[in-house]
């Protein structure tokens, strides 16, 4: 187990911006893949954002050109840049970091809510 924490999220109205931090504990181990998840209650987990070592990314079409994935390897840390937020964005946001050979270590989820 590797603690993982994870901070930015608030309530914001439409339009306005946030910015999503995912940090795990110093580890030996290599990072694969860092990415995010999003749950609304009744909804289904919803993939975001993805991004590899080397920073090739993948988005959700839901928030292409909104939000933006990001990673600092020394830190082993992960960001979400997310710009117009919209009132569908609203849900709790989790990170998780794919830890070589550990596995998948999750961020323990940060509320992300936009209402006018």
């Known amino acids: 187990h590797v603690q993982v924490v994870e901070s930015g999220g608030g309530l914001v109205q439409p339009g306005e911006s946030l910015r999503l931090s995912c940090a795990a504990e110093?580890?030996?181990?290599?990072?694969?893949?860092m990415g995010w998840y999003r749950q609304a209650p009744g909804n289904e987990r919803e993939l975001v954002a993805t991004?590899?070592?080397?920073?090739?990314?993948t988005y959700a079409d839901s928030v292409k050109d909104r939000f933006t994935i990001s990673r600092d390897n020394p830190k082993d840390t992960v960001y979400l840049q997310m710009n117009d937020l919209r009132p569908e964005d609203t849900a709790v946001y989790y990170c998780?970091?794919?830890?070589?050979?550990?596995?998948?270590?999750w961020g323990q989820g940060t509320q992300v809510t936009v209402s006018p």
């Open positions: 991004i590899t070592y080397e920073g090739v990314t």
């Open positions: 998780y970091l794919d830890f070589k050979p550990l596995g998948v270590e």
């Open positions: 110093k580890t030996r181990f290599h990072i694969s893949v």
